[in-house]
């Protein structure tokens, strides 16, 4: 069971505006700490997939990438699956490696919308725009609205989720908001699209991220220090546009994870903690129940007693996700993964061996799962 | 309108609202009926349909209150609501309820259709009945 492959490297660069930063820059800085952190040279790379950056999409991206970096990859492009697209990456790099395409990937994101535009997160939607209809919040909101309905104590759940995230990106140096938040502060702040509140919805932000993916064998021929193992991973898409999605508050995230749990053997109950992607606090919500944590209620309880902190049942985001950490789409959380297992976070859980990962992109278009040993 | 051309199905979709009809496509081969206008029908990829005109009865699936006017003509209308209902025949739409009252969760209401002129063209927007 499991993969093959193992997380040998991560980098990332600063976390928030980046004036003057191309997403090219960002990703080669990204790479090159991320290549350091494994201790392989750039000579041994021949794999290079990145996500295309949402704030500026450009053709062949993947291939300006290597250019720039000098390199001419036996195996590289680009992967559009949104925010999901991260994990995704690393499952390709994985099989790819399995099947003798290439030996060691570089798997990047980088992205400057808190300096560059956020046209790609407040546009108007084709024919509905002269009802008003525009952004990712509002699509979203939505759902948060359809859930609130089917399950009345969403926003307890909703709030703690929050709290969660921005205590544990509170203790993280690295992070973009390091402001703890509470109850009241919660409740008191402004809607964005109701039933969304400020604290519901992820920063923006400047940002790039990377990891090293290569075969258990490569990396201990390579002597790399603390490789982290892939045990399993999946993908999910539900595809339709969310205002035609036939049930609102249900994805294929339930098939990601199943396919992931399959391939790593495990369970949800062997997972030590869970990074979870938070764009918005609902969908925290959706992914752990359709992930197998628990019913609704069930999670709203573990919320109420602290279960989502550091040293509570379910860790969540112990480096503070989108929500706190940094915007960027997703790859942050396998990074903090990747530290959970190395016991080097700075909300370490203890005696922590198993981690669950999950990317998702468009308005829950994508879902990615991605399982960490050690 | 595309005088160079046949009409597409949004083209078509379009031009019956401006008549002040909501209409939808239903596949000839397997009865499935749609919004958006498309060329196939996502149920079964035939590219053969009956453009039919809605009873304009429908029930609320979801909805949300912009309190941010991300798109700029909207500027002066925070706070709106948009919304997702779906049409007694099938097909769901997004749309603006008219008149939603304070604190009520309208989600499972039904609501009918009502046009109104606004942004330049016949908008169909539902009132709750
Ligand atoms: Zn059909």
Known sequence: MGANSVIAGIGQTAFGKLPGRSTVSMNIEACGNALTDAGVEKDAVDGLLVKVPTSRVEMMYGQTLAEAMGLEPRFGGVFDQGGASNISMIALA????????????LVS????????????????????????????????????????????????????????????GASNPEAQLKLPLDAGKYDNAAWVVEPLRRDDCCLISDAGAAVVVMSQRRARDLGVAAPVPVLGFGQGNSSSDVTLRHDLTQTRADVSAETAFHMA?????????AQIYDCFTITVAMTLESYGFGTRSELADLARSGGFLCDGALPLNTSGGLLSETGMPGLQLVLEGVRQMRGTSTSQVKDAKKCIVSNQGGIMHTHSTLILGQ | MNSAGPQTPQEAHVAALEEGR?????????????????????????????????????????????????????????????????????????TNIIEIPEGEDIVGRRVALCFQEDMGRKLPRFELT
């Open chain 1, 94 to 105: 994985s099989m790819a490696i399995e099947a003798g395409q290439c030996d060691v990937v």
């Open chain 1, 109 to 168: 994101l980088a992205d400057n919308p808190k300096t560059g535009t956020r046209q790609a997160y407040e546009k108007s939607w084709g024919d509905a725009a002269d009802f008003g209809w525009s952004s990712v919040v509002a699509g979203y909101a939505l759902i948060a609205r359809r859930y609130a309905h089917e399950f009345p104590g969403a926003f307890d759940l909703f709030r703690e989720i929050a709290i969660a995230c921005r205590a544990h």
């Open chain 1, 265 to 273: 053997g495990l369970s949800p109950k062997d997972m030590d903690c």
């Open chain 2, 22 to 94: 909501l209409t939808f496509q239903r596949c000839s081969d397997c009865g499935h009926a749609w919004l958006p206008a498309r060329h196939e029908c996502p149920a079964c990829w035939s590219t053969n349909h009956d453009r039919q005109e809605a009873s304009g009865r429908a029930t609320v699936v979801s909805w949300v209150v912009f309190h941010v006017a991300f798109d700029p003509r909207f500027k002066d209308r925070v706070p709106y609501n948009v919304a997702l209902v779906d049409l007694d025949e099938g097909p769901r739409m997004t």
